[in-house]
């Protein structure tokens, strides 16, 4: 009974524990922010790796995403006769919800397991301790840098996901389902709102990157140096980075739109 | 040689999410439409606006001219006061224009129907438009009806 209670005493401190190294982890990348500007190709770099390398994946997604929606808003408007409402109904789910959300979900399983494989291995083979050795900071050289690269990559990989999106919509409905091409973006257009659809979609998308980045580092960098600590590190990258994604849109979804 | 492919790639990426938000922004959104720079307010007063919203349409003859800017409560005339904002370009409209609400479709979003009087000044901004019409509220009709069907 005791042994129950201290074990779960146990593991809590070690949650708080490791929640706080998350925490203080995340202050000292950001302190070491200015490498950045100094050294801009570093980071050049790793948006090439973490955003570009990612591009096929969002684009197809997105175009997919958005013929799916094309289908099933036709087959229910359809009932209400108000098949011309489906541009309105394809932008605003995809500029709103699906947009940030799958991006970050794909964000998190492409470009956050690998880098936490790549960090976690780094660690492995001591890397980073032999940088520090060479006064070498690592979290200028290493960290930050992959940090911004994924704050930045995120909120573009949800804009060009939600612009594919709305074109795959319009080839399925207009092109396939015969919706009038007019009707499709006029409707689109009346019910979207710049401020208060596109930029919470981008608000969203920028909060998801951070913290998205932010597991997947610090998961690297917490990392068993082990083989099998790296696999793990990586399972929880992917585990944790959607789980917080999506309680987080949640939350989200409830400030932005829940008055309204 | 490799550091410029890879700023070359970045470069590309970074414009294709300029140019998707911009996408957005302009098609799928129609950023001017809600952003009329110059615009003219005048306020209207109704016993009831139904389901009427800031941001609602304002039209005349359909076509779509101005927004409702804001919708209060006049704690004085007990009545609700809505303002629109009309574009500026629209200085046509007579004083004695009348404004109705209608519902688009059957179960659509209201919006406000303007229908031009015979006046010969026009509506400046900070006029008050002199015939209104409430939105059209089911109970009550529904209510008239019945009480006309008693008494037969």
């Known amino acids: 009974m005791i042994d129950a209670i201290a074990s779960l005493g146990r593991s809590s401190l070690n949650a708080l524990e490791v929640f706080g190294r998350a925490f203080v982890f995340l202050l000292r990348v950001l302190a070491s922010l200015d490498v950045v500007l100094r050294r801009f190709g570093l980071t050049v770099v790793q948006i090439h790796s973490v955003g570009v390398r990612s591009l096929l994946i969002i684009v197809v997604s997105g175009l997919f995403v958005g013929m799916v929606l094309g289908y099933q808003g036709y087959i229910t408007l359809v009932n209400f006769g108000a098949a011309e409402a489906l541009g309105g109904v394809v932008a605003l789910s995809l500029v709103r919800e699906l947009g940030p959300v799958v991006t970050a979900l794909l964000f998190a399983g492409r470009a956050g397991s690998a880098l936490t494989a790549e960090l976690g291995l780094m660690k492995t083979t001591e890397q980073l301790s032999a940088m520090e050795m060479m006064a070498v900071n690592p979290y200028r050289r290493i960290f930050a840098p992959r940090f911004v690269a994924g704050f930045v990559s995120m909120p573009l990989l949800a804009a060009i996901f939600s612009a594919v999106g709305v074109m795959g919509g319009y080839l399925v409905g207009v092109g396939l389902l015969g919706v009038d091409s007019g009707a499709y973006f006029s409707q689109m257009q009346a019910v979207t709102d710049w401020n208060e659809d596109v930029l919470s979609g981008v608000i969203k998308s920028i909060v998801f990157g951070f913290v998205v980045t932010w597991i997947a580092v610090f998961q690297g960098f917490n990392a068993q140096p082990t083989s099998e600590g790296i696999s793990r590190a990586t399972t929880q990258t992917v585990v944790i980075s959607s789980l917080a994604v999506l309680g987080l849109d949640f939350i989200l979804t409830g400030l932005m739109f829940g008055t309204g | ?152």
């Open chain 2, 1 to 152: 040689m490799k550091m410029r492919f890879f700023e070359l790639a970045v470069g590309v990426f970074v414009l294709l999410g300029i140019g998707a938000l911009f996408y957005l922004a302009v098609q799928v959104s129609n950023v001017t439409d809600y952003h009329d720079r110059d615009t003219y307010t005048v306020t209207g007063y109704f016993d009831n606006i139904g389901g009427l919203k800031a941001r609602a349409p304002v039209t005349v003859s359909g076509v779509r001219i101005g927004r409702v800017a804001d919708i209060r409560y006049d704690p004085d005339r007990f009545r609700a006061e809505v303002v629109l904002a009309i574009r500026s370009e629209h200085d046509y409209l007579p004083l004695d224009t009348q404004a109705a609400i209608h519902t688009a479709g059957l179960l659509g979003e209201q919006y406000i129907a303007l229908e031009p009087g015979g006046d010969y000044d026009t509506l400046r901004d900070g006029d008050e438009l002199m015939f209104t019409q409430s939105a059209l509220v089911l109970e009550n009709l529904i209510g008239r009806f019945l009480t006309n069907m008693g008494s037969d």
